[in-house]
């Protein structure tokens, strides 16, 4: 018997809302996931009892993502020029500008791969059934784009550890 | 233990609940689902002196009304699979109803003016839910009474089972159906909810 929607929500709305983030920024990450759900809540009563629900709905947010991105596209000015804003909420929390900023430069490829993998958790033959090519070349898309970010953060996790020892 | 070297760690800067945002989302969702006529259940809990009510409804009206006892998961599991998964908590379809019932557990309404949706009741037991609806506020009528008046005065068990699974408690008053003796019986509710119902009505 199928689980109430509500209870998707619940449990995988604020994972796919990182994802939504991490691949497209603070921007449009409300407006990928809305439609994301919006399209799941439809789809959902025909989804195979035994269908790996963060898997379908990683697939349907890169989808959305995508549409997103191309709307934006097609603005009058390119989002890519504009300021960030902060969120919309304006809480410091909400969005990290440093993180956004390296997520921003890496190739598209990257950014999903890495947002697919450590922030959705899904194996790497998933995440090439998205993105196109090998299971071998999302692994490898995912470590460049985290070998990347290691140098181009300045939220290095491994500074922000030594300073916690330090105290 | 993640280590300092974690890929995840490197993203924790992206907060893993933003409570705003979800509670933003989620009525987004809400409102967008209903436009698009794709809500089937919207739900809500409403806080009353018999505990929390879970309350649903359909687009054709209120479909279930829960006591806590009850448990409100297993009840919108039930519904899932009963009527559609495609369930939220979504209050702004039970406004009205909730209103009414604040102001039935006031004192201040004795009958219920809203759209039902009887879909989770059918044959015998529909036709003594429906009969419910005559017995005033205040009132009380025994099994066996309302089992003759709903044409078959040798099913008073049967309007007991009637009465128990009742999706519809409160709103439809299986509370003033009691025993023969005059004691009140059993309630989906707890015969503590069942007295206070009563005594609810006959103080007002």
Known sequence: MRRPFEQIVTEYGPMVLRVCRAVLGPHDAEDAWSETFLSAIKAYPDLPPEANVEAWLVTIAHRKAIDVTRAAARRPTPVETLPDRPARTGRPEDWDGDLWQALKALPARQRQAVAYHYLAGLPYKDIAALLGGTADAARRAAADGIKTLRTTYPGDPVDTEQKEVAR | ?204
Request: glycine share 8%.
């Open chain 2, 1 to 204: 233990m993640t280590s300092p070297s974690d890929p995840g760690r490197l993203l924790a800067a992206l907060p893993a609940q933003d409570g705003p945002a979800m509670a933003r989302l989620r009525e987004r969702l809400a409102d967008q689902a209903q436009r698009e006529g794709i809500l089937d259940i919207a739900y809500r809990t409403l806080e009353t002196p018999v505990g929390d009510l879970l309350l649903a409804a359909t687009d054709e009206g209120l479909v279930k009304v829960a006591f806590a006892v009850q448990d409100h998961d297993a009840v919108l599991s039930h519904l899932a699979g009963s009527i559609s998964p495609r369930i939220l908590n979504a209050p702004r379809r039970l406004d009205e109803a909730s209103r009414q019932i604040d102001e039935y557990f006031a004192g201040r309404r004795t009958r219920f003016d809203l759209p039902l949706d009887w879909r989770l009741s059918k044959g015998f037991r529909r036709a003594v839910l429906t009969h419910l609806r005559d017995i005033g506020y205040g009132r009380t009528e025994s099994y066996a009474q309302v089992a003759l008046a709903a044409g078959s005065p040798r099913a008073v068990r049967a309007v007991g089972t009637a009465c128990a699974t009742n999706p519809l408690p409160v709103v439809v008053p299986c509370h003033r159906v009691v025993r023969s003796d005059g004691t009140a019986g059993q309630y989906a509710g707890g015969a503590e909810a069942k007295h206070f119902l009563l005594n609810l009505e006959t103080a007002a």
